[in-house]
Protein backbone atom coordinates (compact mmCIF):
# COMPACT_ATOMS: atom_id res chain seq x y z
CA UNK A 1 0.00 0.00 0.00
CA UNK A 2 1.32 3.52 -0.94
CA UNK A 3 1.81 5.32 2.03
CA UNK A 4 1.80 9.57 2.50
CA UNK A 5 5.25 9.21 3.16
CA UNK A 6 6.60 6.96 0.54
CA UNK A 7 4.82 9.46 -1.92
CA UNK A 8 7.06 12.28 -0.19
CA UNK A 9 10.04 11.14 -0.16
CA UNK A 10 12.38 9.29 -2.14
CA UNK A 11 16.43 8.76 -3.74
CA UNK A 12 15.89 13.01 -4.50
CA UNK A 13 13.79 15.53 -2.50
CA UNK A 14 10.34 16.96 -3.44
CA UNK A 15 10.13 20.31 -4.81
CA UNK A 16 8.07 23.25 -3.31
CA UNK A 17 7.70 25.85 -6.18
CA UNK A 18 5.86 29.26 -4.36
CA UNK A 19 6.76 33.28 -4.57
CA UNK A 20 8.93 34.29 -2.37
CA UNK A 21 6.78 35.66 0.25
CA UNK A 22 4.91 33.14 2.88
CA UNK A 23 0.98 33.07 1.48
CA UNK A 24 -0.40 29.98 1.46
CA UNK A 25 2.72 27.76 0.68
CA UNK A 26 4.09 28.82 3.80
CA UNK A 27 1.88 26.03 6.19
CA UNK A 28 3.09 23.22 3.60
CA UNK A 29 7.39 24.54 4.28
CA UNK A 30 6.37 24.35 8.29
CA UNK A 31 4.65 21.10 8.10
CA UNK A 32 7.32 19.66 5.97
CA UNK A 33 10.08 20.95 8.31
CA UNK A 34 7.77 19.83 11.26
CA UNK A 35 7.56 15.87 9.92
CA UNK A 36 10.75 15.97 8.89
CA UNK A 37 10.46 15.60 5.38
CA UNK A 38 13.51 17.18 2.78
CA UNK A 39 12.54 19.09 0.12
CA UNK A 40 13.86 21.95 -2.41
CA UNK A 41 12.19 24.96 -1.14
CA UNK A 42 12.19 26.59 -4.66
CA UNK A 43 11.54 30.99 -4.47
CA UNK A 44 9.65 32.39 -8.10
CA UNK A 45 10.60 35.57 -8.43
CA UNK A 46 7.52 37.65 -8.98
CA UNK A 47 9.23 39.11 -12.34
CA UNK A 48 9.41 35.66 -13.81
CA UNK A 49 5.94 34.46 -13.40
CA UNK A 50 4.99 35.50 -16.61
CA UNK A 51 7.06 33.26 -18.22
CA UNK A 52 7.00 29.95 -15.60
CA UNK A 53 2.66 30.63 -15.44
CA UNK A 54 2.22 28.41 -19.05
CA UNK A 55 4.69 25.67 -17.25
CA UNK A 56 2.05 24.99 -14.45
CA UNK A 57 -0.55 22.53 -14.27
CA UNK A 58 -3.08 24.62 -14.03
CA UNK A 59 -1.58 28.11 -14.13
CA UNK A 60 -1.24 28.84 -10.38
CA UNK A 61 1.33 28.43 -7.57
CA UNK A 62 1.92 26.55 -5.22
CA UNK A 63 3.11 22.94 -6.85
CA UNK A 64 4.80 20.39 -5.01
CA UNK A 65 6.87 17.65 -7.53
CA UNK A 66 6.89 14.08 -6.18
CA UNK A 67 10.31 12.76 -5.85
CA UNK A 68 8.25 10.12 -8.18
CA UNK A 69 7.48 13.28 -10.49
CA UNK A 70 3.69 13.77 -10.29
CA UNK A 71 2.79 17.07 -9.79
CA UNK A 72 0.45 18.11 -7.13
CA UNK A 73 -1.71 21.35 -6.80
CA UNK A 74 -3.64 23.04 -4.35
CA UNK A 75 -1.92 24.00 -1.21
CA UNK A 76 -4.80 22.41 1.31
CA UNK A 77 -4.31 19.03 -0.69
CA UNK A 78 -0.37 19.36 -0.13
CA UNK A 79 -1.29 20.54 3.86
CA UNK A 80 -3.10 17.53 4.18
CA UNK A 81 -1.04 14.70 2.86
CA UNK A 82 2.37 16.18 4.75
CA UNK A 83 0.02 15.67 7.92
CA UNK A 84 -0.69 12.33 6.80
CA UNK A 85 3.03 11.95 6.59
CA UNK A 86 3.85 12.58 9.90
CA UNK A 87 5.60 9.51 11.67
CA UNK A 88 4.33 10.91 15.09
CA UNK A 89 1.10 10.82 13.76
CA UNK A 90 -0.13 14.16 14.75
CA UNK A 91 -0.02 16.91 12.75
CA UNK A 92 -2.73 15.18 10.94
CA UNK A 93 -3.80 12.20 13.32
CA UNK A 94 -5.13 8.81 12.04
CA UNK A 95 -7.68 9.29 15.23
CA UNK A 96 -11.10 10.33 12.86
CA UNK A 97 -12.21 12.20 16.11
CA UNK A 98 -9.38 14.49 16.08
CA UNK A 99 -9.71 14.92 12.29
CA UNK A 100 -12.68 15.95 13.01
CA UNK A 101 -12.14 18.78 14.94
CA UNK A 102 -8.77 19.54 12.82
CA UNK A 103 -11.13 19.95 9.87
CA UNK A 104 -13.33 22.19 11.59
CA UNK A 105 -10.75 24.88 12.64
CA UNK A 106 -9.63 24.96 8.98
CA UNK A 107 -13.26 25.75 7.67
CA UNK A 108 -12.80 28.49 10.38
CA UNK A 109 -10.41 29.38 8.90
CA UNK A 110 -11.54 29.38 5.12
CA UNK A 111 -14.48 31.41 6.57
CA UNK A 112 -11.67 34.37 7.70
CA UNK A 113 -9.58 34.26 4.81
CA UNK A 114 -13.10 34.68 2.75
CA UNK A 115 -14.02 37.93 5.25
CA UNK A 116 -10.45 39.06 5.23
CA UNK A 117 -10.16 39.23 1.01
CA UNK A 118 -12.34 41.68 -0.43
CA UNK A 119 -10.38 44.28 1.84
CA UNK A 120 -7.15 43.00 0.92
CA UNK A 121 -7.84 42.58 -3.12
CA UNK A 122 -9.67 46.05 -3.14
CA UNK A 123 -6.57 47.59 -3.04
CA UNK A 124 -4.72 45.05 -4.85
CA UNK A 125 -6.91 44.55 -8.16
CA UNK A 126 -9.48 47.03 -7.82
CA UNK A 127 -10.75 45.63 -11.44
CA UNK A 128 -12.63 42.54 -9.52
CA UNK A 129 -14.71 45.31 -7.62
CA UNK A 130 -15.95 47.17 -10.84
CA UNK A 131 -13.04 49.93 -10.43
CA UNK A 132 -10.57 50.61 -13.28
CA UNK A 133 -7.07 48.62 -13.00
CA UNK A 134 -5.47 51.69 -12.32
CA UNK A 135 -7.42 53.07 -9.58
CA UNK A 136 -5.53 55.48 -7.24
CA UNK A 137 -6.12 58.72 -5.35
CA UNK A 138 -8.10 60.44 -2.60
CA UNK A 139 -11.01 58.27 -3.15
CA UNK A 140 -9.73 54.94 -3.38
CA UNK A 141 -7.70 55.38 -0.10
CA UNK A 142 -10.94 56.40 1.67
CA UNK A 143 -12.80 53.63 0.22
CA UNK A 144 -10.15 50.98 1.38
CA UNK A 145 -9.50 52.25 4.90
CA UNK A 146 -13.73 52.36 5.34
CA UNK A 147 -13.89 48.85 4.38
CA UNK A 148 -11.03 47.89 6.23
CA UNK A 149 -11.91 49.58 9.38
CA UNK A 150 -15.25 47.38 8.92
CA UNK A 151 -13.50 44.18 8.70
CA UNK A 152 -11.34 44.97 12.16
CA UNK A 153 -14.67 46.68 13.75
CA UNK A 154 -17.21 43.57 12.64
CA UNK A 155 -15.21 40.08 11.50
CA UNK A 156 -12.11 40.22 12.93
CA UNK A 157 -13.38 40.43 16.87
CA UNK A 158 -15.86 37.84 15.91
CA UNK A 159 -13.29 34.78 14.53
CA UNK A 160 -11.14 36.15 17.50
CA UNK A 161 -13.08 35.24 19.84
CA UNK A 162 -14.06 32.10 18.16
CA UNK A 163 -10.59 31.48 18.28
CA UNK A 164 -10.13 32.33 21.78
CA UNK A 165 -12.84 29.55 23.09
CA UNK A 166 -11.08 26.80 21.15
CA UNK A 167 -7.95 27.61 22.82
CA UNK A 168 -9.81 27.47 26.15
CA UNK A 169 -11.55 24.22 25.32
CA UNK A 170 -8.32 22.12 24.66
CA UNK A 171 -7.17 24.05 27.78
CA UNK A 172 -4.83 26.73 26.47
CA UNK A 173 -2.59 24.26 24.08
CA UNK A 174 -3.39 24.36 20.53
CA UNK A 175 -6.64 25.02 18.40
CA UNK A 176 -7.43 21.48 17.62
CA UNK A 177 -6.20 19.60 21.16
CA UNK A 178 -2.86 19.32 23.05
CA UNK A 179 -1.00 18.37 20.07
CA UNK A 180 0.48 20.69 17.36
CA UNK A 181 -1.79 20.04 14.31
CA UNK A 182 -2.35 21.64 10.77
CA UNK A 183 -5.13 23.24 11.85
CA UNK A 184 -2.06 25.18 13.68
CA UNK A 185 0.36 25.41 11.04
CA UNK A 186 -2.38 27.03 8.78
CA UNK A 187 -3.48 29.28 11.04
CA UNK A 188 -0.19 30.63 11.94
CA UNK A 189 1.06 32.71 9.01
CA UNK A 190 -2.85 33.88 8.35
CA UNK A 191 -3.08 35.34 12.03
CA UNK A 192 0.60 36.45 12.96
CA UNK A 193 -0.02 38.72 9.53
CA UNK A 194 -2.32 41.38 11.40
CA UNK A 195 0.33 41.90 13.31
CA UNK A 196 2.72 42.69 11.09
CA UNK A 197 2.16 46.28 9.71
CA UNK A 198 2.12 45.45 5.98
CA UNK A 199 -1.19 46.61 5.47
CA UNK A 200 -2.94 49.57 5.70
CA UNK A 201 -5.37 50.85 8.40
CA UNK A 202 -4.80 46.97 10.60
CA UNK A 203 -3.01 48.29 13.90
CA UNK A 204 -0.04 45.67 14.82
CA UNK A 205 -1.64 45.96 18.69
CA UNK A 206 -4.87 44.57 17.14
CA UNK A 207 -4.15 41.09 19.07
CA UNK A 208 -3.89 43.05 22.57
CA UNK A 209 -7.11 42.26 23.49
CA UNK A 210 -6.59 38.58 22.69
CA UNK A 211 -4.34 37.19 25.04
CA UNK A 212 -5.16 33.19 24.59
CA UNK A 213 -4.56 33.45 20.58
CA UNK A 214 -1.63 35.54 21.22
CA UNK A 215 -0.23 33.06 23.92
CA UNK A 216 -0.46 30.72 21.41
CA UNK A 217 0.94 32.17 18.58
CA UNK A 218 4.03 32.20 21.02
CA UNK A 219 3.80 28.24 21.43
CA UNK A 220 3.31 27.44 17.72
CA UNK A 221 6.66 29.91 17.38
CA UNK A 222 8.58 28.47 19.89
CA UNK A 223 7.72 24.74 18.95
CA UNK A 224 11.55 23.22 18.52
CA UNK A 225 10.71 22.30 14.40
CA UNK A 226 9.26 25.15 14.10
CA UNK A 227 11.72 27.69 15.59
CA UNK A 228 13.83 25.67 13.35
CA UNK A 229 12.71 26.02 10.18
CA UNK A 230 12.25 30.06 10.97
CA UNK A 231 16.35 30.01 11.66
CA UNK A 232 17.01 28.26 8.30
CA UNK A 233 15.03 31.32 6.71
CA UNK A 234 16.92 34.13 8.22
Not at 42 to 69: N, Y
Not at 87 to 101: H, T
Not at 103 to 118: F, K, S, Y
Not at 151 to 162: A, I, L, R, T
Amino acid sequence: MTTARSLLTGSTPLKLEYFNIEGVAEPVRIALSVASIPFDDVRIAFDEWSSKKPTTKHGVLPEMTLPGGEVVTDSMAMLRLVGEADEEDKLYPSDVVKRLKIEQVLGLLGDLTRAWNPSLYLNMRPERFGYPADWSGEEKDKIVKAVREAFMSEDFPKFMGYFEELLKQNGDGYLAGEDLTIADLSAFPRISYFTKGVADHIPKDCLDSYVGVKGWLERVASHPKVAAYKVSKE
